[in-house]
């Protein structure tokens, strides 16, 4: 098609351009000796390390086979049966893997010559057997259409051009994002035609009706199963144990179908093309298949979960092979009663930030009540983020609410339960639920209410007051080949943990980084994988770990590129940076200042984008 035409010849249209770079050289060379020189650090340097470094990443590309748990042949014979079937009938070779993922998307891949279908949990947890082999349906007509072993084909041409377009320079890389756009746009094009097609298998296999209804479904899924992550599997940590991640987005979908619809039907009617969208509206796909004939195919409204042997031992198992740390199984009830002193926690960390920040003359429950009552847009301003001052009021109220609900969570008898709604509902002793909600807009009145439940609204809270839960460190950020006079002229990336510093060297010599090695998408990919290698680097003896307890104070030039450290024992460390010290954020923005705080003194730390 035209989009792998366009991307192939990619490397061709480079190498002209690298011509027409020399020639430029040489006709400015020929005006004037200095000319030349200026035009060829402009031009001609900075495209041969971004063919460079364009071709070091094309290399290293490749697509790996996905991590997660594999639904078996042995174990899951009902679900390899459906597939087997749908292969057949879409004239594809069966896949050579079945993996459980937790996206909320089903997908079809070829790594390492093998061929995948990524099954996604919550459209499991959600479909029926029917409306999963619909799914099911489409994703083979992705196999037969062999846009999986063309990705694979393409994947280093593609890699090519989004590196070359993000490691250019200024004056040559109008040129690259065009192209860049225009490759993106022909392939989007295309991909569209390819999901139609798709599609098609699905009505076919499936029957329309079937098809349509997966696809609302699948809508569905994917909203209930962002607040599922947000809401529920957060409490995992608080609570030290999990609970089975299915029963929360089945239950929530019962208990909200008509909210849930409402949604979907919102999200359905605004969902709008773009040029770069790979896929079709999904209104749109939905009034094709209700457009087509009815199929003979017979519904199957069992629970697609029939087919992976339905709820139990084996389900909680590979759920929590998809979660990064081994707790406990318990229900739902229990994790959520477990989470209880979080909220107080929470509660803590929020008035101590505001007081720290000057927004609040004391971390205590009856200065932010002061404060919302008198001037809540005063307050607001130091809660959302600059250009967003329209929201200053509401986030407030909100703020207030979470304060009120943290100090109520303390008071004997209440507890977090699991309502009829699937909400998370603080109550009383009586089991009643606290109207924080609704008061949060009138402070007079929920002080009356923390008043006579017996909160000290007076009372300051302490840094000493925070809970210490145990809990694996992580990597808020990254600031990417440093160097430390006190460690020799080595190369480091400095990874901004949530307790302290780790410099990491570099195995990678200054040659290979001046070649290519250290562009800003080289630098990106390095940090993550650091990141995702933390346990392991923080054990290397040729790492160098400094605890946050160590740290007196961090004094950033105002130039931004030295960082000087001065620890406890009165030793200095000075890091220094070739650029301002720009962080790559992981888990967080602004890491330093995060990490550090009032020990963080002068100048500024700007944030990287992604590249």
Not at 322 to 327: F, M, N
Request: net charge negative; proline share 6%; hydrophobic share 50%.
């Amino acid at each position: 098609g035209l989009e792998l035409v366009v991307v192939l010849i990619f490397p061709i249209v480079v190498l002209a351009v690298l011509l027409g770079v020399v020639l430029a050289v040489v006709l400015a060379a020929s005006v004037h000796g200095v000319l030349g020189k200026v035009v060829a650090q402009l031009l001609f340097i900075p495209v041969v390390v971004g063919v460079i470094a364009a071709v070091r990443q094309a290399l290293r590309a490749r697509m790996e086979p996905t991590a997660g748990p594999a639904l078996t042949r042995e174990a899951d014979p009902e679900l390899w049966a459906v597939v087997d079937d749908l292969a057949q009938q879409a004239a594809t070779a069966t896949p050579d893997r079945i993996v459980l993922v937790s996206d909320a998307n089903a997908e079809v891949l070829q790594a390492a010559g093998r061929r995948e279908f990524l099954s996604a949990l919550p459209g499991v947890a959600a479909l029926t057997v029917g409306e999963l082999r619909a799914v099911l349906a489409h994703e083979m007509g992705h196999f037969a259409g062999g846009e999986a072993a063309a990705n694979v084909r393409t994947l280093r041409a593609r890699t090519f051009v989004k590196t070359m377009r993000d490691n250019s320079s200024i004056l040559i890389r109008w040129f690259f994002s065009l192209y860049y756009r225009v490759a993106v746009w022909c392939t989007a094009a295309t991909s569209r035609d390819l999901e139609r097609r798709a599609d098609g298998y699905s009505a076919r296999a499936a029957g329309p009706q079937a098809a349509a209804d997966a696809a609302r479904a699948m809508t569905a899924a994917s909203l209930v199963w962002d607040v599922v992550v947000e809401e529920r599997v957060s409490l995992f940590e608080d609570a030290g144990r999990r609970a089975p991640l299915y029963e929360a987005v089945r239950h929530t979908l019962d208990a909200k179908a008509e909210d849930v619809g409402r949604a979907v039907t919102e999200l359905l009617a605004e969902e709008r093309p773009r040029w770069d969208s790979t896929h079709p509206r999904t209104a749109d796909r939905i009034a094709a298949f209700e457009a087509m004939p009815a199929s003979d195919v017979p519904r199957d409204d069992r629970p697609a979960l029939a087919l992976i042997g339905g709820p139990g031992v084996r389900l909680h198992r590979l759920e929590g092979e998809l979660l990064r740390a081994a707790w406990p199984l318990a229900t739902w009830d229990e994790v959520v009663a477990a989470s209880l002193p979080a909220l107080g926690d929470r509660s803590d960390r929020l008035l101590l930030a505001l007081h720290e920040d000057g927004a609040l003359p004391e971390p205590t429950v009856s200065a932010v009540l002061l404060a919302v009552s008198d001037e809540p847009e005063a307050l607001g301003l130091y809660l959302v983020d600059p250009g967003d001052e329209a929201s200053a009021r509401e986030a407030a109220h909100a703020a207030l609410a979470v304060i009120a609900e943290g100090t109520l969570s303390r008071v004997p008898g209440s507890r977090l339960v699991l309502d009829a709604a699937q909400d998370i509902t603080l109550v009383d002793a009586d089991g009643s639920p606290y109207p924080v909600g609704e008061l949060a807009e009138d402070p007079i009145r929920l002080g009356d209410l923390l008043l006579a439940s017996g909160v000290p609204l007076d009372r300051p809270v302490s840094p000493s007051d925070l809970r210490r839960p145990a809990r694996e460190p992580a990597v808020l950020a990254g600031i990417p080949t440093v160097t430390v006079k006190a460690l020799g002229r080595a190369p480091f990336d400095l990874l901004i943990c949530d307790d302290g510093l780790l410099l990491v060297p570099l195995t990678e010599s200054r040659v290979s980084l001046a070649l290519g090695g250290d562009t800003g998408q080289a630098r990106h990919l390095r940090v993550h994988e650091e990141a995702e290698r933390l346990a392991d680097l923080r054990a290397d003896p040729t790492a160098t770990w400094i605890p946050q307890e160590r740290i007196v104070t961090a004094r950033l030039a105002l130039t931004g590129g030295r960082l000087t450290l001065t620890l406890v024992d009165g030793a200095e460390l000075r890091i220094h940076s070739r650029d301002p010290m720009s962080e790559i954020p992981v888990w967080a923005e602004h890491a330093l200042p995060t990490l550090l705080g009032d020990r963080l003194i002068v100048g500024r730390v700007t944030t990287a984008q992604p590249a």
